[in-house]
């Protein structure tokens, strides 16, 4: 009998001693109660962001701390860290942040994680969160009817925060600061002209801008993704520049006989090879309309074997082949005379 009654002593002490175990491991378990635990953001703008706060009490029995891990972070929901510990029965808000870059529906698992002061944390709760991306902006596209130059539209814009004035070059390159491609807040108000003198109008409207089509300026508000055709006419091209007022003329002998070549006008300097190398230039400078003299000689030793005149002178170049010649300038002219041994 009492052999048994020590069996029964010693059972007892081994099912005490499991359920004293099994108790404390339990209240050294991190634990935390969610309320709610499920969040629907709705529609969210992109840019903006919608942030909605889920309750966390500790249900443990000594302070956690509290932290968070999503299950993509691509989607960008995050929840903030809080470094001061959370007693036992205490309650702390903390906020999921839905900041989303598409237009699609994005569902995704918050993860709640909390560990003891000092210690590890770990995954202690979910939330299920979901939301629907808003694109809040429109496009507005302004071109060009008839391509092969530039001009310039003004366009002012009231309701946007980036974009509230710039110079649109069409053709447009679809960049938003220098281009006529532009990406704009929903309802900002646009307001196009164009000073310039060869601006015939705006035609071909659609979306918003349907409203500018024949009418010059023209003030819309954003309301749909919307295009706007400008016309101009082609503008003249600019006048061909002056002739110049001065004139280059410029005469060499060649050969091994000698010789001079010299055109001078009435009364003026000349241009002479004389004490120039044979095969070099003598160069001078006349003003159009100045009548000069072309006069080839040969020395007492040398004949003349050929002249030409070259340049841009049609008055010049009849000059060719003449030993004496008078003409009006009228372009560059160069003069090559020559000489040949007797």
Do not use: W, Y
């Not at 935390?32 to 953001?41: C, E, I, K, R």
């Not at 699609?104 to 629907?132: M, P, Q, S, W, Y």
């Not at 694109?135 to 974009?163: E, H, S």
């Not at 035609?203 to 101009?232: D, H, M, Q, W, Y």
């Amino acid at each position: 009998m009492k052999t048994n009654l020590l069996k029964i002593i010693s059972a007892n002490t081994a099912l005490l001693f499991l359920l004293m175990t099994v108790t404390t491991f339990a209240q050294d378990s991190v634990t935390v109660a969610v309320n709610p635990t499920s969040l629907d953001f709705g529609s969210v703008e992109f840019e903006s962001g919608k942030t909605l706060p889920v309750e966390v009490t500790n249900t443990s029995n000594k302070p956690i701390r509290i932290g968070s891990a999503n299950a993509n972070i691509n989607f960008a929901f995050t929840i903030p860290q809080n470094s001061q510990p959370l007693n036992p029965g205490e309650k702390r808000i903390v906020n999921f942040i839905a900041t989303p870059g598409t237009t699609t529906t994005i569902t995704v698992t918050g993860i709640i994680t909390a560990g003891f002061v000092n210690e590890t944390l770990k995954r202690v709760a979910d939330v299920a969160l979901k939301c629907t991306g808003v694109d809040p902006f429109f496009r507005f596209n302004l071109k060009m009817a008839n391509v092969g130059f530039n001009d310039i539209v003004k366009v002012q814009v009231t309701g946007d925060p980036i974009i509230s004035q710039l110079n649109c070059v069409v053709p447009n390159d679809h960049d938003p600061f220098f281009g006529c491609g532009l990406r704009l807040r929903k309802n900002a108000k646009i307001s196009l002209q164009s000073n310039s003198a060869n601006f015939q109008g705006f035609i071909s409207g659609n979306g918003a801008a349907s409203v500018c089509s024949g009418k010059s300026p023209c003030t819309f508000t954003l309301s749909a993704n919307s295009e706007l055709t400008a016309r101009f006419q082609q503008p003249a091209p600019p006048p061909p520049p002056p002739p110049p007022t001065d004139l280059n003329v410029k005469v060499k002998k060649l050969g091994p006989g000698s010789g001079s070549v010299v055109i001078a006008p009435k009364g003026g300097p000349a241009i002479s090879t004389d004490g120039v190398q044979n095969g070099q230039f003598s160069t001078g400078v006349f003003p159009r309309g100045t009548k000069l003299l072309l006069t080839v000689t040969p020395a007492a030793d040398s004949t003349v074997r050929n002249i030409i005149v070259s340049g841009n002178d049609p008055n010049a170049s009849a000059c060719n082949g003449k030993s004496q010649c008078t003409f009006i300038l009228s372009g560059n002219v160069f003069v090559e005379a020559g000489f040949n041994k007797k």
